[in-house]
T-cell receptor
Framework: EDKVVQSPLSLVVHEGDTVTLNCSYE??????LLWYKQEKKAPTFLFML????IEKKSGRLSSILDKKELSSILNITATQTGDSAIYLC?????????????FGKGTKLSVKP | DAMVIQNPRYQVTQFGKPVTLSCSQT?????MYWYQQKSSQAPKLLFH???????NEADTPDNFQSRRPNTSFCFLDIRSPGLGDAAMYLC???????????????FGPGTRLTVT
């Protein structure tokens, strides 16, 4: 069965800390991996990764895909309280009968002042 | 099995002719989302409902509207489709927001819209 697993489920850090969120997947016909940030509203798109080993950056956030290890990490440096959210990882695949995105359960990040 | 159903799977419409895409869910989830996905791009959120509360993304064109008459059904209306609106339209549901483990989204199979 195709699945996407995120770890940890929740994480509490202090402002200024650096965090690493993990996403691993077992998906047939992998196409891309996506990261979203979700606060108390619909998710906001962060990154889409299709090639292994190429880091994508946006400000203090960066992410990289390892197709050999079937995983991705999302790094946030110098965390701020505004980074508090649930971070969702999703994997897109070719074909399939029930949608073409599989989401993980998310990692809830809490950044304390 | 509980699931998310989209109808039709393929829709062809003419330039400027209104079209409605349908989504239904048997999961009894609070949240329903509509995404637009063009070839080789990430799905782009158009809007979502939390129960009856409608939330439009800032950059969603006015041409796109949505209705949620009850918990189970949600519709995407495109008032005057243009050639640039040809895409896969994905409906998704989640139990809630802000609670790890309940944000997980369940997607329907999508409706591929062609505009001629």
């Amino acid at each position: 069965e195709d699945k996407v697993v995120q770890s940890p489920l929740s994480l509490v850090v202090h402002e200024g800390d650096t965090v690493t969120l993990n996403c691993s997947y077992e998906v047939t016909n992998f196409r891309s991996l996506l990261w979203y940030k979700q606060e108390k509203k619909a998710p906001t798109f962060l990154f889409m990764l299709t090639s292994s080993g190429i880091e994508k950056k946006s400000g203090r956030l960066s992410s990289i895909l390892d197709k050999k290890e079937l995983s991705s990490i999302l790094n946030i440096t110098a965390t701020q309280t505004g980074d508090s959210a649930i971070y969702l990882c999703a994997v897109s695949y070719y074909g399939g009968s029930q949608g073409n995105l599989i989401f993980g359960k998310g990692t809830k990040l809490s950044v304390k002042p | 099995d509980a699931m998310v159903i989209q109808n039709p799977r393929y829709q062809v419409t003419q330039f400027g002719k209104p079209v409605t895409l349908s989504c239904s869910q048997t999961l009894n989830h609070n949240v329903m989302y509509w995404y637009q996905q063009k070839s080789s791009q990430a799905p782009k959120l158009l809007f979502h409902y939390y129960d009856k509360d409608f939330n439009n993304e800032a950059d969603t064109p006015d041409n796109f509207q949505s209705r949620r008459p009850n918990t189970s059904f949600c519709f995407l209306d495109i008032r005057s489709p243009g050639l640039g609106d040809a895409a896969m339209y994905l409906c998704a549901t989640s139990r809630d927001f802000g609670i790890a483990g309940q944000n997980e989204q369940y997607f329907g199979p999508g409706t591929r819209l062609t505009v001629t």
